[in-house]
Structure formats: C-alpha cells, structure tokens
C-alpha cells in the first residue's frame, strides 16, 4: 500500500495537500485541471520533490528520505527519455546496469524483454529510426526489467495517435497484471481514466483527494474539472 501521510508541498506560491492511500496492486488515474499539481504529486512520491511536512511510505516502509533511485519505484514521463546515441536494446539494458556491461544472462534479460513488447528484430536501432510507438515499446520495457512494484507514468502516452496509445494502456495493464504492480498514471484524458479503473485520484484546488470509482467521479466531477475535461455544464 502507498500511504501519503499529511503532505504538503510548495512550488513557489503553489501548494499541495495529500493524505491518501492507494492499495497495492491497483491502477489508479491522476487527474485535474492543467496546474492542479499532478506532476507535483508525482515528483513527491517519486522523491524529485521534497515535502514540506508529511511522509511517504510504502508497505509501511518511510520513502521520505530515501533517494529517488533507491525508491521502489519506475517512473514513465511523455519524453521517453531514451538515449539517442544508443540502441533499443542499450537503452534497455540501462535499466539493468547503468555501464551497460551486460553478461549473457543479462543480455538474454534484455532480449525477452524486447520481444514481449514486440520489438523482435529492432533491438539493434537507435531511437531515430524508431516510430513514436516504437520508441514508447522501449521505454515501456525497460521499466519493465527494472520490475518495481510501484509504477508512475505521467502522461506517456500523450504524444501517441489514439490507436497507438489505446495499444500502448493495453500493454501497461498486460504489464501490471503480470507483475501485480501498482501504477498511478496522469492522464488529461477521461477515455485514459475508464480504461484505467477501478480508481482516480482528484487533485482539486490544492488537494490530491483519496482515489474514487473512475466512472463516478467521471458522471458527477467537480466544476473545475468539467470545464477542464471539456465535459460542459
Ligand atoms: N519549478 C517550479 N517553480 C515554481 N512553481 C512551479 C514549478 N513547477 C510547477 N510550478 C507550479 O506548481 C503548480 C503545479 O504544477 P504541476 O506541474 O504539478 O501541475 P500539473 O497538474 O502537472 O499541470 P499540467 O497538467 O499543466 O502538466 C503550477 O501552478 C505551477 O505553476
């Protein structure tokens, strides 16, 4: 379970509250109006950011001071963050040793992991000359070897046409099904949040609400997020 235990959290004159829980094993969407915080809360969890107050655990185990790399946690951002001089299958095994010096074992990791995402036979090219999607199949298994159990991803998918992204969530939930792993996952989009249920954290006027059904929130949501959603009055 992720425990946010009495956050606060300031960005200049902006500041965010949370104090929630999201049980383990669960796909939840973040969702509010463009600087609502999203990328904050996320940030906190992932430990980029420090709280004012509060705490972070997960399993009971304190995250607060713990340094973001030593954190149970990968995190998926919308620039995929591949390196560009190097090949699908480096940028991979980056993932398993930052020096890239990978014994067959390690190497034959890489490959598997290359294949489930679909990405037979491209292992060798580097992102250039990969397709958007393609460059998000990389990026996706390289969290993918790294296996920890908490999974945030803000908005990776964003720059992807509709019939990449929707195969890009149907690949993320076969991921987390497989690995039981828990993922928070920003999103603008509401068709994004449904096919994430069961939950959805709100962040509204400066609070992250505890996660909610998905389809309820949706059918009833606060004013700010109507208009934000593009859902009318
Ligand atoms: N480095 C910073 N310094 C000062 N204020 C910041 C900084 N980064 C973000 N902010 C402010 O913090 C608030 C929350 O930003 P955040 O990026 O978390 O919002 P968001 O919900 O992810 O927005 P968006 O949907 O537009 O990406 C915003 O009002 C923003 O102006």
């Known amino acids: 379970m992720l425990e946010l235990r009495n956050i606060q959290v300031t960005r200049g004159d902006f500041s965010l509250q949370a104090n929630l829980t999201v049980e383990a094993g669960t796909r939840n969407a973040v969702i509010g109006a463009s600087g609502s915080g999203k990328s904050t809360l996320l940030s906190v969890i992932a430990g980029f950011l420090a709280p004012k107050a509060g705490r972070v655990l997960w399993n009971g185990v304190d995250l607060t001071d713990i340094a973001p790399g030593k954190r149970p946690i990968s995190i998926l951002f919308q620039d995929q963050n591949l390196f560009p001089h190097l090949t699908a299958s480096q940028n991979v095994g980056l993932g398993l040793r930052p020096d890239l010096r990978l014994d067959d074992l390690q190497q034959e990791r890489v490959a598997k ?121």
């Open 113 to 233: 992991v290359l294949s489930q995402v679909g990405l037979d036979g491209l292992s060798d090219r580097r992102p250039a000359n990969l397709s958007g999607g393609q460059q998000s199949r990389v990026a996706l298994a390289r969290v993918l070897l790294r296996a920890r159990p908490l999974l945030l991803l803000d908005e990776p998918f964003a720059a992807l046409g509709p019939a990449l992204k929707s195969e890009m969530l149907a690949l993320l939930h076969q991921i987390a099904d497989d690995m039981g792993t828990t993922v928070l996952m920003v999103t603008h989009d509401p068709d994004d949040a449904r096919a994430l249920t069961p939950g959805t954290i709100l962040i509204d006027k400066g609070v992250a609400h505890q996660p909610v059904a998905t389809e309820l929130l949706l059918q009833n949501p606060p004013a700010g997020l109507k208009a934000y959603l593009g859902l009318g009055e």
